[in-house]
Structures are given as C-alpha cells and as structure tokens.
C-alpha cells in the first residue's frame, strides 16, 4: 500500500505536467480558456431563453399598437418584474373631458387609480377672461400654473382677502372650506394642474356661489343679503355655472383697491412663485426642486418635488417613509420600477399627461428613456418632503455588514456614491 501511495503522489505532477505540455498552454491561458467558454455556454443560454420567452409572449391575436409602444414595459416586463403591486398608472388621456363655454376640466382620482387613497388630480383649462367660479372644497387644493396665467382670489374665515396673479411654473394653496376662484387672463387663458389631499376627491362634489343662491328660499336671500325682491328674483344667473365666460379683469393693482386695499388684505401669502426658485439639489443627470411646508407654510398637507431627469439619467432607488407618492408627469418618456415586500415589482413606462402612483416605503427608481429631458412631479400627502437614498444606506451601513448581504468587497462598495444625490448622470 505504502509503495502505491508514493506512485501516486510521484505520477500526480507528471501528469499535471504532460497534460499541460500535451495542450501547449500555460495555467493562465486555460484558465482564460475554460472562463470564455463558460460565457458563450452562458450567452447561449441567454439567447435560448430569450427565443423561448419571445415566442412564449407572442401575441397572433388582436393589439393596440399604439398603446403598447407607449408602454412596452408593461407588455414585456423585465425579468426582474414579479407578482401584483396594483395599479401604479393612469392617463388625463383617457379621463372623461367636461367642456363647457370657457374652458374644460377632467380628473384622476382613486375611481380609475384605486391604489390611490390620499390624493387626486385635476387638469383644468380656462381660456382668457373665463371663471372656474367661487366655489369651495372638502379638500385642501394644491395647484401648478402649467401655461399662460390667471388671476387667483382666497379669503380668510376673518375675511381678509388674497388676490395674486400666478404664471407658469407658480403655485397655489388653497385649503379646504376656504372660498376662492380662478381667472384666465390675456393672451390666452391658462391651463393647470390641481392636486386634492383626498384620494376620492372630484371636482362635481365642489360646493359653487351658484347653487348655493340657487337652492336657497328667495325670500331668505333677500334678508341675508338686505336687497329687494324684485332683484332677488334677477338673482339666480344659473342654477350651476362651473366654468363659464367673463370680461378680462381690471390691473391687480385696481381689483385690490377695489376691496379695500391694505385694510382687508391677507396677511398669509397662498402663492408660491416656482418659476423663479432656484433648484434644491442640481447634478450633472438633471435637478430638483423641493416645495412643501418649510418654504411654503401654507402647505401643510401637501409638499412636492419637480424633478428633471437628462437623457440616461435617474431618479436614484429610493423610498419615501411618511407617504405614498402621487406623479404627474409634464414633459418627455420615462420608466419607473417599483419593489414592494414580498418580491413583488412591476415596471412601467410613462409619458406626458400620465399618472403615476407609488405605495408609501416602496422603493422605486425612474429612468428617462427618451431622447430629451423629462420632467415630472412628486406629490405626497404630508408636511415636507421626505425621502431616503438606497446608496446613502449603504455608505452609512459598516462596509463588512454590506459585504455580508451583497456580493461586493469593500473597495466596490466604497465606489457606491456616499451621499444623496436625488439625480444620478446617464
């Protein structure tokens, strides 16, 4: 036994060494070898994997072209897509358009993007001169100017008055039960986008001037309002006026004289002018701008962030831990993954006028996949914005603890950005 085991171990580097010299390789070469042929075995895998889903997914049937090259993703998912999240998309495009004389409106609201329990979206059109009338809500309103300009009036419960004229780019707070109205001014009126702190909100359940005239006895009216029935009876224009036309309005400077000037003016400033604002956070991908309750007080249950993405760039992985997000997006072609518990994901791909939605601490990132910048919004039903940085956890979590969950050594890790950067560069 002994004389075989000093054979073996003899034979054993001569065998080695024959072999090698046999194949006319060094070590290095073989090693090199075999790592090139286990990657074309691999991206022969890959390639088979790929004909079989291609041909699993193939559709002979019916298909809207048009509404699935507006969102491929949806259609054929990524791999990495798993499970039921929801619906986290919708379209102004496909909403119902109320038109009347003066402009139109039409709405997303958790009837069509259930998910969505704590806010809605109004587009709204007014064109020069016409009224969305004074009216009301249950709801705290959030409004972005998207084009042209209005004339915006809010009083206080103390009945102090605020009168502004807003632009594109500029916002407005206006909370609920508190009166106001909107206005279209030259050239050409004005369009925008209202956002409502209630997920089932719709504007048909605003309480309007009109009808509460309308469906008041007349003879009340004339003691409420110390007018003679005679013209009373004159009173009542129509039972709802909703949007309806109106001659341009006098200079700002006149319509706050008229009121009573500075004796009866507001002393809360209910408009925020974004246009001017200089971006919270710029890099080399795009910028931000963040809006809610620390440099707009007024908006207590409302904060956002204007985001604009270059082409390539991303809105890094991230999650919000006071409040589902709410999205509008405004310009350009993007795509959102979002990664709930329990494995499941879903990606999809957004255009403008498109909704999106994402459940509070679900970690989400967006890529701008068009040729041009894209702009969108982030809303939230809070106070402030708030928001935390997968790389930031990272940096911040000891590197030996991240090596234990990645496979990654610690020089990888530390090329991972340390801070927070919001927008990181295609």
Not at 23 to 46: D, K, R
Not at 105 to 133: I, Q, Y
Not at 147 to 175: C, E, H, Q, Y
Not at 276 to 282: C, V
């Amino acid at each position: 036994m002994s004389d075989q085991k000093s054979d073996l171990n003899e034979n054993k580097p001569i065998a080695d060494l024959s072999r090698r010299n046999f194949l006319g390789v060094g070590s290095t070469a073989l090693a090199t070898a075999a790592l090139a042929g286990i990657a074309a075995h691999a991206q022969e895998m890959q390639d088979t994997r790929k004909a079989v889903k291609d041909h699993s997914a193939s559709d002979p049937g019916q298909e809207n072209q048009a509404l699935l090259d507006e969102n491929p993703s949806s259609n054929m998912p990524p791999p990495t897509d798993h499970g039921d999240i929801g619906p986290v998309w919708y379209s102004f495009d496909l909403a119902h358009k109320r038109v009347q004389e003066g402009g139109w409106t039409h709405e997303v609201n958790s009837k069509v993007l259930p998910t969505s329990k704590d806010l809605a979206g109004v587009n709204m059109r007014l064109t020069a001169g016409s009224f969305r009338e004074l009216h009301w809500h249950t709801a705290d309103e959030w409004a972005i100017m998207l084009d042209g300009s209005a004339r915006v009036t809010v009083m206080n419960p103390d009945g102090t008055m605020f009168i502004d004229d807003v632009n594109k780019g500029d916002l407005w707070l206006f909370p609920a039960g508190f009166p106001h109205s909107i206005q279209g001014l030259r050239p050409n009126g004005c369009e925008f986008l209202l956002v409502f702190d209630e997920g089932d909100f719709s504007e048909d359940g605003t309480f309007l001037l009109s009808e509460t005239v309308a469906h008041t006895p007349r003879n009340i009216l004339a003691k409420n309002f110390g007018l003679d029935k005679e013209i009373i009876a004159k009173l009542v224009r129509k039972e709802e006026l909703y949007i309806f036309p109106a001659d341009l309005p006098l200079s700002l400077a006149q319509d706050k004289a008229a009121i009573g000037g500075q004796r009866v003016e507001s002393p809360i400033q209910y408009t925020f002018k974004m246009s001017t604002m200089a971006p919270t956070r710029r890099t080399a991908g795009g910028e931000v701008r963040i809006v809610d309750s620390r440099n707009f007080p007024v908006t207590k249950n409302v904060a956002t962030a204007l985001v604009t993405l270059k082409p390539g760039a991303l809105r890094e992985l991230h999650w919000h831990p006071n409040a589902s997000e709410w999205q509008f997006w405004l310009a350009g072609k993007g795509r959102m993954t979002i990664i709930m518990n329990e494995g499941r994901a879903r990606t999809m791909d957004f255009n403008a006028n498109d909704v999106g939605f994402v459940p509070r601490v679900a970690t989400h990132v967006i890529e701008n996949t068009g040729n041009t910048d894209c702009t969108f919004l982030e809303m939230f039903k809070a106070d402030q914005f708030v928001d935390v940085s997968l790389n930031n956890w990272l940096r911040r979590v000891p590197p030996e603890a991240v090596a234990a969950h990645v496979n990654l050594n610690q020089e990888q890790i530390a090329k991972i950005p340390s801070e927070k950067e919001l927008v990181i560069a295609g």
